[in-house]
């Protein structure tokens, strides 16, 4: 069976990462690599670098790898270690986080490739609650 697309997680809590990875694990029916990098090294709030490059690494099946920041400077953050990477795998999308994981994690349990994933995320911009 072909590895799926890989999910991070990138949150300034622990505890938001956490919920949201319980969820979306749920949705993908376990098939889907989700990693939360979450907090500060202390874990307090706050985003890090080591985090998310670890993060990265763990849900790396060699499928691409999304990551879906919450806000601010977990973006900046994302994208620092990006840079660094250099790697056109592993994409930063600009997604609603709750609803933007949701999408991204089924879309990835159907084998759906990573520009597929993607899409999928930016999509549920479009998403309304009613």
């Given amino acids: 069976?072909?590895?799926s697309v890989g999910i991070v997680l990138v949150s300034h809590s622990p505890l938001l990462g956490a919920g949201l990875r319980e969820l979306v694990e749920q949705l993908g029916g376990g098939g889907v690599a989700v990693a939360v990098a979450a907090g500060s090294a202390d874990g307090g709030i706050g985003t890090g670098y080591e985090l998310i490059e670890?993060?990265?690494?763990?849900?790396?099946?060699?499928?691409?790898?999304?990551?879906?920041p919450d806000l601010g400077s977990s973006v900046l953050t994302a994208r620092t270690v990006l840079a660094d990477l250099a790697r056109a795998d592993v994409v930063l999308v600009d997604a609603p986080f709750v609803e933007g994981a949701v999408a991204a994690v089924v879309t990835a349990s159907?084998?759906?490739?990573l520009a597929e994933v993607c899409r999928s995320a930016q999509e549920a911009w479009q998403s309304r609650k009613f």
Avoid: C, H, K, N
């Fill in 110 to 113: 159907t084998g759906a490739a």
């Fill in 54 to 68: 670890r993060a990265v690494r763990e849900v790396d099946g060699g499928a691409g790898v999304v990551l879906l």
């Fill in 1 to 3: 069976m072909r590895a």
